[in-house]
């Protein structure tokens, strides 16, 4: 392990950096994909400071295979924009650059100035951009060129002792965004990470700031969740530290009241987290799931057994795409996204939906046994309830 040093506001020399070498970090260079190598020796190659960042190296760390791969570096988007045709400049709070390949894009940023804030685009230095990041696990620089890791801020030995610190200070970091209360704990559950105790008590301070963030910005966050394969976790701390009436009131609320329902709800979360690490993956499909299959395992308990229709033989098309909505509220997933959840749910979709997510193996053989039974003396096994009331279901209105 090396240090890197600078000069302070003062001029004298401090360390300001401690850089891992592949001996130190453990981290495979064939985890790191070949397109964000590619990027980043393109900008090195122009004469840029260029280095992955983020959650990639912090799942890198943790042995795991990240999703995206982010690139921060010190040339401007316009600058970034000449060196890379298969690029576009997005965003407007802080312009960033997607560079496209055939099945991915990689964002690349520019390093940020802590005087950035609000709509300008100001632009600094690689130790200015860390002190911008949320969490230590976060702001760490991966050069893949060398396999070396740059920290700031203590991210790698917090890592290693798995304990999630905040590098904002925890007067601001919640207040300036309350989506990263959603974020440390989506961290924590999905690396195996501990929240400090002044963590949680300044996210149960700030926690009613997230009734606030904007509905398409939720609905964003909320299909996140459901797509990282720790859904069950994240949102069963959401519940335990009384965040998550603030992003969705319906099954907050019910889950409160119900306890039946609260551990049908998680035990159906862990069952799609189940499916997504056994599925296979595609491109914009995590896990093998999409936007409707995600819908149907958070909705489907909710429409069958505890909502309007708990008492009703049959379900409506019209007043179950109703419902699904008010359950879904804040959160607005594209209609024709609730269409086709609802659909698979009154197909009852491999019969998942239908059995009960936490029996046992020795259960599962027993009700097989069971349904064969009633097959051979004439009676049906999926109940009348999933169903529209007619052979064809009816386009839902646009709402």
Not at 8 to 34: C, F, M, N, V, W
Not at 222 to 228: C, E, V
Not at 281 to 293: C, H, N, Q, T, V
């Amino acid at each position: 392990m090396r240090k890197r040093y600078s000069r302070s506001p003062e001029g004298k020399i401090i360390q300001s950096a401690l850089i891992y070498t592949a001996a130190d970090h453990g981290i495979d260079p064939r985890g790191i994909d070949h397109d964000a190598v590619k990027v980043v020796r393109r900008l090195q190659q122009h004469g840029y400071e260029a280095y992955i960042v983020g959650g990639a190296v912090r799942d890198l760390l943790l042995g795991k295979s990240p999703k995206d791969f982010d690139v921060s570096c010190s040339a401007t988007p316009a600058q970034i924009r000449k060196i890379f045709r298969n690029s576009r400049v997005i965003g407007k709070r802080f312009r960033l650059v997607h560079i496209l390949f055939r099945d991915k894009i990689i964002e690349v940023s520019t390093f940020r100035s802590c005087e950035a804030e609000g709509f300008k685009n100001v632009y600094g230095t690689i130790e200015e951009d860390v002190q911008r990041r949320d969490f230590t696990a976060n702001a760490l620089f991966l050069d893949p060129l060398d396999n070396r890791v740059i920290d700031y801020v203590g991210g790698v030995k917090h890592i290693r002792k798995r304990v999630l610190q905040p590098v904002i200070p925890l007067s601001r970091i919640f207040r300036e965004d309350p989506v990263r209360i959603i974020r440390a704990v989506k961290y924590a559950q999905a690396g195996g990470l501990r929240l400090p105790w002044r963590v949680v008590r300044s996210i149960q301070r700030d926690r009613a700031l997230l009734a606030d963030v904007p509905s398409s910005r939720m609905t964003e966050e909320l299909f996140k969740i459901l797509s990282t394969g720790s859904a069950s976790g994240i949102i069963g701390e959401l519940l335990r530290l009384d965040a998550f009436r603030y992003i969705l009131p319906v099954p907050a609320e019910l889950a409160r009241s119900d306890k039946r329902y609260r551990q049908k709800f998680l035990d159906r979360l862990a069952a799609l987290d189940r499916a997504r690490e056994t599925s296979s993956g595609e491109a914009d499909r995590p896990g093998g799931l999409d936007r409707k299959d995600l819908l149907c395992f958070f909705c489907a308990d909710y429409l069958l057994d505890f909502g309007p229709f708990a008492d009703q033989q049959r379900i409506p098309f019209r007043e179950g795409y109703y419902a699904m909505k008010e359950f879904l509220q804040p959160v607005t997933p594209a209609n024709r996204e609730v269409e086709a959840a609802l659909r698979e749910i009154f197909r009852n979709k491999g019969r998942l939906l239908r059995e009960e997510p936490a029996e046992s193996d020795e259960d599962r053989r027993a009700g097989g046994r069971g349904r064969r039974r009633r097959r051979r003396r004439g009676g049906g096994s999926n109940g009348g309830r999933a169903s529209s009331g007619s052979g064809a279901a009816s386009p839902a209105p646009k709402a």
